[in-house]
Each structure stands twice: as C-alpha cells, then as structure tokens.
C-alpha cells in the first residue's frame, strides 16, 4: 500500500482511488433527490504485491467499491486509476485479464474476458476450463489442482461448492494484474479454502499481483493480508499494513475487526438516540423515491448507452452538469 496509507515499499502503485463519490441512480438516472452518497471522499492507493482485506458491516459499501474498481460502475476517470487506466471506460483492462473481479453474480454466470457464460447448463468442467484459448496449459494445470476440481463434473449436476470452483479456476485463468474478489469462498470446504488462500498469495508474493479480498470470514486469514482497509457507512476508517493492525491490537485479526464493527454499532446506536431526544428521527430523512425528473427529451438521451446489453444498463448520470455528456455513463452488472 502507498506510504499516504502507513505502508511503504518501492513497487509500483497499480490502485489509485482519488476522492470517489458515488450514489446509485434511481429508475431515471438521477441519484434520488437528498440522496446522500454510498460512497464519500474514499482515497486509497495499493502497490503491486499488496493483499488488502476489506472489512466492513454489511452494507458499509464493500461491494459497490469492489464493482466501481472493477469497472462495473462510472464514476469520473480520475477518481480510479487501475495500473493508470480508467476501469470503468478502458473496457480492454478486464477483457485482457489484467483486472479481474470475482464477485456475487458468479453463483449464476461466469464473467470472462467479457463474456458472460451460464455456469448451470449440461457441460463439462473440463469443456468450460478447456475451452477458453490462449491459456498458459501450467497455470491451467495448477488451478485445477489447487481447487482440486474433476474435469468429469457436468455443470448442472455440481454442487454449488463444486461449480464454485470451477467459476473461481476460470475467473484465475489468466494472469492477473489486479484481482477484485467479493466473497467468493462461502461455498468451499476447508480445503479448497486454505488452497485457494495460499495460491492467491503466491501470486502477490511471486508475480507482483495486487488483490483486494471483501469477506467476512476470517477463517485462515490471520497472516493472509498484508495490508486491512476498514470501511463503515462508505467512508474509509482505517487503511493500514497487517503488522500496524497488529500493534493496535493484541486480539487475533477477527477479534479486533469485530471490536471495530461493536463500536462503531454502538456509536450509530447513541447517535439515533441522540437524534430521538432531539425529537428528530431515528435515521436521517428517508431519501425521495426515485422519480424521472427533467423534459421528455433530456429522457430520451439518458437512456443512450454505450452498447452494452440492454436489460442490465441503468444510467448513473452524476449530475445535470454532465447531462449531454452521458451516453457512456452506465452500470454494468
Ligand atoms: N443497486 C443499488 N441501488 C441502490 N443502493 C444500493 C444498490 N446496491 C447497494 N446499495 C446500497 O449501497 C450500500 C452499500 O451496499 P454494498 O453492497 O456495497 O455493501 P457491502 O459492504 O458490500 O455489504 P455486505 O457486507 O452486506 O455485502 C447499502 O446501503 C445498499 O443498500
């Protein structure tokens, strides 16, 4: 991780976040009105070689900021930098393998190189591992070890522990440069876990590849990450070296990580409170429901989109400001 964040080292920085800022639209495009973001004023650099775990309550923002690093979510190409490209408008840094993002849609589909394949349809596992061109055969060979996976299993008879393997050997097939994951081993034994945890090292530690790992099962990761970001209601808290974690606290990683999430449980708690003696409500004013806003033909425009399948774009205009310069503006799924 970039010094700015208590780290240091010399490799190169391959993850900038600049101040990001990002609402999801409502149906019209627009965040609703009063809408606060999901995410506010994140910044946070990572270097090539760094294993970041992202913790977090849920719906602190984990999954939206793995989506947005992916690609899968616009925000302004200065607020991330993926190894110095934009991740959401240079479509060539995932379809190239370099930035891949395994995430919570993979229990239906497989996402490779920009293709999405249906994971539950009569084929074999080794048709699907096989079938895609242009794979190093030794690093094809070692994922199916590691993962331990039977090129027999027809898709649509796997369990969902089984297919889960299969969908993780594809997603890890090329050589990644950055490596998004949201919670992708919930359906692995043991085993299959550890084994997984220790190659993703491996390739950090030989090949330089960064990873930034969403979960909240601590279960073999004491000394996996080598750097913890702590996020809380979009905000970043805490984004330091494994070892300084360590200094802080003298409670095992989970343990310190549920301490983090107690108190800051326990501070949301006095401030409802607060607002309730106050006589205000318990939570902040509800945000308006989504509702097309502006003139039928400014309508018109915000459903432009950039090519992409139709039924998932929802346009994510940040403002009226940008209005006529939106027709790439989209949210990929
Ligand atoms: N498509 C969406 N439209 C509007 N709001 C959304 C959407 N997806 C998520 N949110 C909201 O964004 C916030 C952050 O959600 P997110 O899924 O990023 O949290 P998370 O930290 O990954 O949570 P979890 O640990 O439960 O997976 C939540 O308040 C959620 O309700």
Excluded at 4 to 12: E, K, L, R, V, Y
Excluded at 85 to 111: I, K, M, N, Q
Excluded at 161 to 166: D, N
Aim: glycine share 10%; with cysteine; charged share 25%.
């Amino acid at each position: 991780m970039a010094e700015q964040n208590g780290g240091g080292g010399g490799a190169a920085v391959v993850v900038e976040v600049n101040n990001l800022r990002f609402t999801y639209p409502g149906i019209d495009g627009h965040p609703p009105p009063g809408s606060k973001p999901i995410i506010d004023d994140l910044s946070l650099s990572l270097r090539a070689g760094d294993r970041c775990l992202l913790v977090g309550s849920n719906g602190a923002g984990k999954t939206t900021i793995l989506k947005i690093l992916g690609g899968k979510h616009m925000v302004e190409p200065e607020m991330v930098r993926v190894l110095g490209r934009s991740a959401f408008h240079d479509t060539a840094l995932t379809s190239s393998g370099d930035l891949s993002y395994l995430g919570g849609e993979w229990r239906r589909d497989v996402a490779f190189a920009g293709f999405e394949v249906t994971i539950q349809m009569d084929i074999s596992a080794q048709k699907m591992i096989y079938g895609v061109s242009g794979i190093d055969p030794g690093r094809r060979e070692e994922l199916i070890k590691v993962l331990d996976i039977d090129l027999s299993w027809r898709m649509h008879k796997a369990s969902d522990g089984q297919r889960r393997r299969v969908q993780i050997c594809m997603g890890l097939l090329r050589p990644f440069k950055v490596l998004l994951l949201d919670e992708i081993t919930i359906d692995l034994d043991v085993l299959a876990r550890a084994n997984l945890l220790r190659y993703l090292k491996k390739e950090c530690v030989e090949r330089g590849a960064t990873i930034i790992y969403a979960t909240h099962i601590f279960d073999g990761l004491e000394d996996w990450p080598s750097h913890i970001v702590y996020v809380a209601h979009g905000k970043l808290q805490l984004a330091l070296p494994l070892g300084k974690v360590k200094e802080m606290s003298n409670l095992s990683l989970m343990r310190t990580v549920e301490s983090w999430l107690r108190k800051e449980r326990d501070e949301d708690r006095k401030r409802r409170r607060e607002r309730q003696e106050n006589g205000l409500p318990e939570h902040d004013k509800p945000v308006e429901g989504s509702r097309v806003v502006g003139d039928p033909a400014r309508r018109a425009v915000q459903v432009m989109n950039n090519g992409w399948d139709a039924g998932r774009l929802h346009s994510t205009i940040a403002g009226e400001e940008n209005f006529f310069f939106s027709s790439n503006r989209v949210l990929r799924q």
